[in-house]
């Protein structure tokens, strides 16, 4: 099946530097990615929906300056964490959309945890 | 708004039981997907099943089953005779038909398997 991957798996920074990860499609093109984020011991929370060559659309509550995202291609999406926060720890999971209609497979990244110190 | 309640928070079952994992989920939209996902200590999602909304059909897969009834929107989750390997978080997921990856999560479910 189509891989997914996440570039670090685990980061620890220092409050008020900046963070990137990185999600990859493998081995096929994503038409849209998505960044969850979750806290332990709880759901996933959908951040925001990236669609290569435009804007991400961020869910309610997700401040866009906190949590940039690129999506320059079609098989890499790119979140940064500015001015990282301890509260801003946490595991985030990127997913990747293959195709451009429904049917429609998600296929999800394996996580990069995050520590703000 | 799209809900999906999990209410089981934590379950404990021995080696060789059978354990259900109960999904009811909210939608005002006719078409979407179900989904459920196993999320083992190591943090990666794993795939185990998607469903549309217009086949209720159950599905068996090994060890693994699902109920699907849109009546009472519910997609249950059957594990038969259950092994230490199954202890996971189990996440029961639902999303809009025509753009699957956008996902409503339930709380999931902490299965543990004692042998």
């Known amino acids: 099946g189509a891989v997914v991957s996440q570039h670090p798996s685990r980061v620890i920074c220092k409050s008020g530097t900046s963070v990137k990860i990185e999600c990859r499609s493998l081995d096929f093109q994503a038409t849209t990615m998505f960044w969850y984020r979750q806290f332990p011991k709880k759901s996933l929370m959908l951040m925001a929906t990236?669609?290569?060559?435009?804007?991400?659309?961020?869910e309610q509550g997700v401040e866009k300056d906190k949590f940039l995202i690129n999506h320059a291609s079609l098989t890499l999406s790119t979140l940064t964490v500015t001015s990282a926060h301890p509260e801003d720890s946490s595991f985030y999971i990127c997913?990747?959309?293959?195709?451009?209609?429904?049917?429609?497979?998600?296929?999800f990244g394996p996580g990069t945890r995050l520590t703000v110190l | 708004a799209q809900k999906v309640t999990q209410a089981q928070t934590e379950i404990s079952v021995v080696e060789k039981e059978d354990v259900t994992l109960d999904c009811v989920y909210e939608?005002?939209?006719?078409?979407?997907?179900l989904f459920w996902y196993k999320q083992p200590p190591s943090g990666e999602l794993v795939f185990l099943i998607r469903r549309n909304s217009f086949d209720e059909q159950n599905e068996i897969s090994g060890r693994y089953s699902w109920n699907f009834q849109k009546s009472t929107s519910s997609f249950n989750f059957t594990i038969t005779a259950s092994q230490v390997v199954d202890s996971a978080v189990y996440f029961c997921a639902l999303s809009e038909y025509t753009n699957a990856g956008k996902s409503t999560f339930g709380d999931g479910t902490t299965l543990t398997v004692k042998p």
């Open positions: 997913s990747a959309r293959e195709g451009w209609g429904s049917p429609d497979t998600q296929y």
């Open positions: 990236s669609n290569e060559g435009s804007k991400a659309t961020y």
């Open positions: 939608t005002r939209d006719t078409t979407y997907y």
